[in-house]
């Protein structure tokens, strides 16, 4: 499967983004489905990911309360919402796919190595005022 992150861009605190993850190659309906980010200088982090069938999610700390993520499989799409973005967010934004992540296992803190087998490109998102 390959995978095509997009929506990034620059804001100002407080403000919302979406992020979008295309798929083609394969059915996206057989894939767990993780956003990591990695900020310069950081280690890659998990930040929230949905199972097969979109009825589990999981989220980093972090984003708790801020952050949706959703898919639509009909479309081949996983969507990030990022609201009240904080400077801290700013990273470069990576969809990942694998048939049998543990979704839990992908945002724990300091687990930012976690294996998925197909990664796309990322894409900038940059919160400054």
């Not at 861009?9 to 403000?15: E, I, T, W």
């Amino acid at each position: 499967v390959q995978l095509q992150a997009s929506g990034g861009g620059l804001v100002q605190p407080g403000s919302s983004l979406r992020l979008s993850c295309a798929a083609s190659g394969s059915a996206l309906d057989d894939y767990v489905i993780a956003w990591f980010r990695q900020a310069p200088g950081k280690a890659r982090e998990g930040v929230s990911c949905i199972t097969t069938s979109g009825s589990n999610t999981e989220y980093t700390g972090s984003v708790k309360g801020r952050f949706t993520i959703s898919r639509d499989n009909a479309k081949n799409m996983v969507y990030l919402q990022m609201n009240s973005l904080k400077p801290e967010d700013t990273a470069v934004y990576y969809c990942t796919a694998d048939k049998w992540a543990d979704c839990s296992r992908t945002v724990i803190p300091g687990n930012g190595n976690y294996h998925m087998d197909y990664s796309g490109k990322g894409t900038q998102v940059t919160v400054s005022s």
